[in-house]
């Protein structure tokens, strides 16, 4: 079966400080990949989409940025932290196809920007 | 550009009544729709996915359905415990990678 890892699970970070969330998928190939922003209170915000290795597409300018090194790997980062960027990231997959099909969520990282 | 609207934002219900959770969406032309749970503080965990040519899914107690010419899909929980105490969301996939859209979700209180 399928299974999605996501690390850390909570993050407290300074001002300006770098990020890096990973992601890892087991069970599956060639995944579509995404990451996500929860906020309280409103819906789920799509930050980035990969289709494979190398291919991000990025929904929302902002000072993230995302990387799949490898099949199953997804990384959220950041080079300097705002404290905007605080919110509850989860990473999520879907099979391999032209939609999103069915989605499967991580646990998410509670990232807290102080 | 879709819009979904979950209603109520919570809700609250003795353990063992049946309840219905609702999800209304603006734009019609859509690839399928998802419920999902998600208990505090975790992740999203898929319930039920409904394709555009579906009318229902079931799994155990929970029943989805999908009017996509009136825009409204309803989940069905059946016979509900304190265990079924979750925030509800559904999902509106229009097509392409970055068009799902969510609901903000209903909170829903299971009292025994």
């Known amino acids: 079966s399928q299974t999605i890892h996501q690390w850390p699970a909570t993050l407290v970070q300074p001002v300006g400080s770098p990020l890096s969330l990973e992601c890892t998928v087991e069970?599956?190939?060639?995944?579509?990949l995404y990451w996500y922003r929860q906020a309280a209170g409103r819906g789920l915000q799509l930050l980035f989409y990969?289709?494979?290795?190398?291919?991000i597409s990025s929904e929302v300018p902002q000072n993230l940025s995302a990387s799949r090194p490898q099949d199953r790997q997804f990384i959220l980062s950041s080079k300097k932290l705002l404290l905007s960027d605080s919110g509850f990231y989860l990473c999520?997959?879907?099979?391999?196809?032209?939609?999103?099909?069915?989605?499967?969520f991580g646990e998410g990282s509670r990232l807290t920007v102080l | 550009k879709q819009e979904v609207t979950q209603i109520p934002a919570a809700l609250s219900v003795p353990e063992g009544e049946n309840l219905v959770l609702n999800c209304s969406f603006t734009?019609?032309?859509?690839?399928?729709l998802q419920w999902f749970r998600q208990d505090p503080g975790k992740g999203l965990t898929s319930l039920l996915l409904?394709?555009?040519?579906?009318r229902e899914q079931t799994s155990g107690r929970l029943n989805a359905s999908l009017d996509k010419s009136s825009g409204r899909s309803t989940l069905y929980i059946a016979a509900s415990q304190p265990g079924d105490s979750a925030t509800y969301l559904c999902?509106?996939?229009?097509?392409?990678?970055?068009?799902?859209?969510f609901g903000t979700g209903t909170k829903l209180q299971v009292i025994p």
């Open positions: 990969s289709v494979g290795i190398g291919q």
């Open positions: 999520a997959w879907s099979p391999r196809g032209l939609n999103t099909g069915e989605l499967f």
């Open positions: 069970g599956t190939s060639n995944p579509n």
């Open positions: 734009d019609s032309a859509i690839y399928n």
């Open positions: 999902a509106v996939d229009s097509g392409g990678y970055q068009k799902v859209t």
């Open positions: 409904i394709q555009s040519s579906q």
